[in-house]
């Protein structure tokens, strides 16, 4: 007598098996990655927030060039302060240099851009 089974062979379930890690092992990284772009990107625009802040503090106190610290300039960063410590160094009459440094989910993130008068900003990231 013949029974009529129905059914996936073991075979069948390890090619289905196959496939879906190899998907996995391709979609996981890029993934990761797309993350770690859209973190950066967070950091950018705080940054881009600071910068245009100490524009607008250089304009309104040209004797006393741009200054180092955040609290002076009047710029909102709450909503980043929980994933990034935004600060600025080297505060001159010529530029400055503002740094984003991960916490929390972006541990082990910087993003840093340096501002000149005169020239392009130039930014680094790691």
Not at 31 to 45: C, H
Not at 92 to 105: E, L, Q, R
Request: proline share 3%; charged share 15%; aromatic share 8%.
């Amino acid at each position: 007598m013949r029974r009529n089974q129905k059914g996936f062979t073991l075979m069948e379930l390890m090619v289905v098996i196959v496939i879906v890690a190899i998907l996995a092992a391709v979609a996981v990284p890029l993934y990761i990655n797309y993350v770690k772009d859209a973190q950066r990107s967070e950091a950018k625009g705080a940054i881009g927030a600071v910068i245009t802040a100490e524009q607008t503090y250089f304009q309104a106190n040209p004797s006393l060039g741009y200054t180092a610290t955040v609290a002076d300039l009047n710029v909102d960063l709450s909503d980043v302060s929980h994933n990034w410590d935004i600060s600025v160094s080297s505060a001159d009459a010529n530029g400055f240099s503002v740094s984003a440094t991960g916490k929390g989910p972006t541990l082990g993130l910087t993003v840093t851009c340096t501002y000149s008068r005169g020239a392009a900003p130039v930014w680094t990231e790691s």
